[in-house]
């Protein structure tokens, strides 16, 4: 059964930088798609950023330029790297596993995904 621990959030101020980590565990192969999501207070949950099982990368117009996604195979750990953070950024963050997912132009569509993280929370403030 694949698991994912996400960690790293927290508080940070109008144009600083956060990153964040989703650790997968329980997949023997490397290669995978994860996604990051957040949920934002009183709004749908929205896909920001994938890397592909090729490590092929999509950000949605928002975040592009600002945030990278990026992995580390040997800890199966993939990044999100968050900068110059803006309020409307104020979300939960979760990551999703997909297994069948390699190159990536767009954000998956949700049914895909086998497996989610529980979320952490990342507060902008001005």
């Known amino acids: 059964e694949v698991q994912l621990v996400e960690s790293g959030g927290g508080s940070v101020q109008v144009g600083g930088s956060v990153r964040i980590s989703c650790a997968v565990s329980?997949?023997?192969?490397?290669?995978?798609?994860i996604t990051w999501f957040r949920q934002a207070p009183g709004k749908e949950r929205e896909g920001v950023a994938v890397?592909?099982?090729?490590?092929?990368?999509f950000y949605i117009g928002s975040v592009k330029g600002r945030f990278s996604v990026s992995r580390d195979s040997a800890k199966n750990t993939v990044y999100l790297n968050m900068n110059n953070l803006q309020p409307e950024d104020t979300a939960v963050y979760s990551c999703?596993?997909?297994?069948?997912?390699?190159?990536?132009?767009?954000?998956?569509?949700?049914?895909?995904?086998?497996?989610w993280g529980q979320g952490t929370q990342v507060i902008v403030s001005s």
């Open positions: 999703a596993f997909a297994s069948s997912v390699l190159n990536v132009q767009n954000i998956p569509p949700v049914g895909l995904f086998e497996a």
């Open positions: 890397i592909g099982g090729d490590d092929s990368t």
């Open positions: 329980g997949y023997r192969w490397q290669s995978y798609c």
